[in-house]
């Protein structure tokens, strides 16, 4: 089992949040940014829409967090 998942989940909650938008907002503004033009999409829009889909990871961790308290 990888150390990774273990030492996220030690981590504050106020951390993880931070890390996974460090992470995901910009692999998702530039996946979405390259893959816009291939759906018929300006790219600065492609960019858009790539951080709204990289956000649902994050609200899964908050959901997850209310939830537990």
């Given at each position: 089992m990888s150390l990774l998942p273990r030492w996220f989940e030690t981590q504050p909650f106020e951390r993880q949040v931070v890390v996974l938008a460090v992470v995901l907002d910009p692999i998702g503004f530039t996946a979405?940014?390259?893959?816009?033009?291939?759906?018929?999409?300006e790219p600065i829009l492609g960019g858009v829409y790539g951080l709204i889909a990289?956000?649902?990871?994050?609200?899964?961790?908050?959901?997850?967090?209310?939830?537990?308290?």
């Amino acid at each position: 089992m990888s150390l990774l998942p273990r030492w996220f989940e030690t981590q504050p909650f106020e951390r993880q949040v931070v890390v996974l938008a460090v992470v995901l907002d910009p692999i998702g503004f530039t996946a979405g940014y390259l893959l816009a033009p291939e759906l018929g999409v300006e790219p600065i829009l492609g960019g858009v829409y790539g951080l709204i889909a990289a956000s649902l990871p994050l609200s899964l961790l908050v959901m997850r967090e209310a939830s537990a308290n």
